[in-house]
């Protein structure tokens, strides 16, 4: 890599997403807010995988949706290629549209059943002006067909009569047929068979290699995002605890709930089968209601005082690995890299 | 090794619909001794489900029955005995509630399905137990109370009086269970109990799942697709494929010497957490079409092993080396996995 300028993809910065909670029978008002996605940062390379892990409701999918701006950011902000496209409005936003794509997890719901793959294809690449011809499309068709591993004469398909693994392949063909710098893939093999999820993965991977795209991993799945993911961020109620390379997180993990995450993932040895381990006891607090100072404190069996007191900030403990936890608050607080 | 209180023989259940026939299981073999566990692991439509229900008799029209035997050891029914075992496969209808919730108990994967919403954890505890014991309405609630407190809910005697949507999916999945064993089954069968689950609260309830086990020393068929959970929970375990057994062993041959072409891919396809820099080798092509499939290997058009012979006839599975295993070209000389 020459330049560190130019290896950035996307930077996220104290990213904000709250959802009104709105009461009243006549006269709606905001009673709450829900704090979906509260200040998360992270950075992606070019041709490199952030994943984001967490369980249900950590925020996981809203953080995605943010970034692509498929929803308005409550505050933050997101630089792609170094614009701040956070605070862009929909007119200056289309020319950026087409560098960001999703991929969800449910390729059924996100593929018009009306379309033949042809037409699901053609649409978006003519409408970013990427083919002139009839010509051009075809030629763009048959070549983009081929590079997810289905056959030309699959063009005049509808979707139902795919299998879902094939499904997934025209969802990513479509994500892919612009040439997106970054395509936040949602969960994108957790409705597939396991012999079906490695196809979809590895072909992830080699697109990736192709493109040169940044991708966005989300998944709660933590193998599958320790197989693709060069960086890692784990989500707990809409922060993030702990980031950083992935091999340093999986061996490494210095967050209180991460080691609990890891923990409590079954992994396909017999001979390792966990003897009584410390499982995490109780459920995820309200995301409403959430308890003062930081929000694990409530399940953290190395809660202090201090972590009744105030949240703690995201401190940098390795070269590539920074976490948010008053056990570890003595290393160097993270300094936000400005442009 | 003591007798088994399960051996299912040859199990077929089918499908008929206007299409066509789908053998939803066709030919599956196991069996299953107290205090043991087995686990059920196969992909989507591999017959996992259809393979639980039959046990219970909850296989409805266009499903029936096709062939096999089910004997389990039970005092019910003492005059159709033989060798003393019951043939499940012969029951009708209504015979089965003799079993089933009092002998056998089945838990399903979504608990929203089988809680009903408009009654309280109480009303539904209780008329289980009164159903299958010859207890009165006072007794039967301290059984709930007392189940509660097994399946780990803090404050059982205010929790009993809840209706499920006050409830966390994990509490659920609780109840749920506590249901299932309230009349101290012989045998407990969870279908994908915790895949609706986080994997947090999936911990918790497979570690209650094998605490309940220990202490009631119970049979249990535990079924899921994802073998990190299988290599967790079982003793012994059977690959389904296209709605038949195709292997089928104890836990750390499975692992370690999978001896079927398809288990051996199985494993060499999913991503591991405890592993850096994996390879992954994806099995190529689609899991089977179910409806009017050949009476061939259904592994057959992915397998990397497949001979002449295969496409021309089906394996049946046969016992080999401390396997069962239905294939006509396994792998003998143990490939590991470490
Ligand atoms: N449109 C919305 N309006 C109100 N609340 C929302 C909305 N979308 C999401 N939320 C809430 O925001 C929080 C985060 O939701 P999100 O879907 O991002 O979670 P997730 O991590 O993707 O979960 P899952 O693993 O279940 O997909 C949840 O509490 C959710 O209920
Ligand atoms: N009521 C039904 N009518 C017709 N076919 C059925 C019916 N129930 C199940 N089948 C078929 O029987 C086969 C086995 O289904 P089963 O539900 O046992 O699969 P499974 O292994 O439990 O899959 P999953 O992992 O998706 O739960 C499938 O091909 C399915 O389509
Ligand atoms: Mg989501
Ligand atoms: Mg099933």
């Known amino acids: ?339 | 090794m003591n007798e088994p209180i399960l051996k299912v023989e040859e199990l077929r259940t089918y499908f008929d619909l206007a299409e066509g026939t789908v053998k939803g299981v066709d030919d599956v073999s196991f069996s299953l001794s107290e205090n043991e566990v087995i686990g059920i692991v196969g992909e989507t439509g591999s017959g996992k489900s259809v393979t639980a229900k039959s046990l219970v008799g909850l296989i409805d029209k266009p499903g029936r029955l096709a062939g096999g035997r089910v004997f389990f050891k039970t005092p019910e029914f003492p005059e159709r005995q033989k060798g003393g075992y019951l043939d499940l496969a012969q029951l009708q209808g209504d015979e089965y509630t003799k079993i089933r919730g009092k002998h056998i108990s089945i838990i399903f994967q979504d608990p929203m399905t089988s809680l009903d919403p408009l009654y309280t954890v109480a009303d539904q505890m209780t008329e289980t137990i009164m159903f299958h014991q010859k207890v009165n309405e006072k007794e039967a609630l301290d059984i709930a109370v007392k189940m509660l407190d097994k399946v780990g809910f803090s404050n059982p005697r205010e929790r009993v009086h809840q209706y499920p949507f006050e409830l966390s999916g994990g509490q659920r999945q609780r109840v749920v269970i506590a249901i299932a064993i309230s009349c101290n089954p012989e045998i407990l069968i969870a279908d994908e109990p915790t895949t609706a689950l986080d994997v947090t609260v999936q911990a918790q309830i497979l570690e209650l799942m094998k605490d309940l086990q220990a202490e009631f020393k119970s049979g249990l068929i535990f079924i899921t697709h994802d073998l990190a959970v299988i290599a967790e929970m079982s003793d012994r375990v059977m690959v389904m494929y296209g709605g038949k057994t195709m292997e089928y062993t104890d836990v750390f041959t499975i692992f370690e010497k999978p001896m079927h072409p398809y288990t051996h891919a199985l494993l060499s396809c999913i991503p591991r957490m405890d592993q850096k820099d994996q390879v992954l080798e994806p099995i190529p092509g689609q899991p089977p079409m179910m409806l009017n499939a050949p009476d061939l290997c259904p592994f057959l058009p992915r397998c990397p092993r497949k001979l002449e012979r295969c496409l021309k006839e089906l394996p049946s599975l046969i016992h080999a080396e401390g396997h069962y295993i239905r294939c006509f070209n396994p792998i003998t000389n143990g490939v590991s996995h470490g």
């Open chain 1, 1 to 339: 890599m020459n330049d560190s300028g130019s290896k950035v993809l996307l930077e996220v910065r104290d990213l904000q997403k709250y959802f009104p909670i709105k009461s009243g029978f006549l006269i709606q008002k905001t009673v709450a807010q829900l704090k979906a996605v509260d200040g998360v940062s992270f950075t992606i390379d070019k041709g490199h995988t952030f994943g984001i892990v967490g369980e249900s409701g950590c925020g996981k999918t809203t953080i995605g949706r943010t970034i692509i701006r498929l929803l308005n950011p409550t505050g933050g902000n997101i630089f792609l290629e170094g614009e701040d496209i956070a605070i862009l409005k929909e007119r200056s936003l289309k020319q950026y549209r087409q560098k960001m794509q999703i991929v969800f997890q449910d390729p059924t719901s996100s593929l018009n059943p009306r379309m033949t793959v042809g037409q699901t294809l053609s649409e978006p690449l003519l409408f970013h002006g990427m083919v002139r011809s009839k010509k051009e499309v075809e030629e763009r068709m048959s070549q983009l067909l081929s590079s997810v591993g289905l056959k030309p004469y699959h063009v005049d398909r509808y979707p139902h009569q795919f299998s879902g693994g094939q499904r997934q392949r025209i969802a990513i063909a479509r994500a892919i047929c612009v040439d997106p710098s970054l395509i936040v893939l949602d969960e994108p093999t957790s409705a597939l068979d396991v012999s079906v999820q490695a196809q979809i993965i590895k072909l992830l991977k080699e697109l990736q290699g192709k493109l040169n795209a940044g991708y966005i991993f989300i998944s709660h799945n933590l193998s599958v995002v320790r197989y693709i993911s060069d960086r890692v961020g784990i989500m707990y109620l809409g922060k993030m605890v702990e980031k950083g390379d992935t091999n340093e997180i999986f061996e490494n993990p210095m967050h209180p709930y991460s080691k609990a995450l890891l923990a409590a993932t079954p992994i396909p040895d017999p001979k390792t089968r966990r003897k009584r381990k410390e499982l995490l006891s109780g459920q995820v607090p309200s995301p409403i209601n959430r308890p003062t100072g930081c929000f694990f404190r409530t399940r953290c069996k190395y809660a202090m005082p201090a972590c009744e007191k105030e949240y703690p900030q995201m401190v940098r403990i390795a070269q590539n690995h920074s976490v948010s936890c008053h056990l570890y608050s003595l290393g160097e607080p993270e300094k936000i890299v400005e442009k």
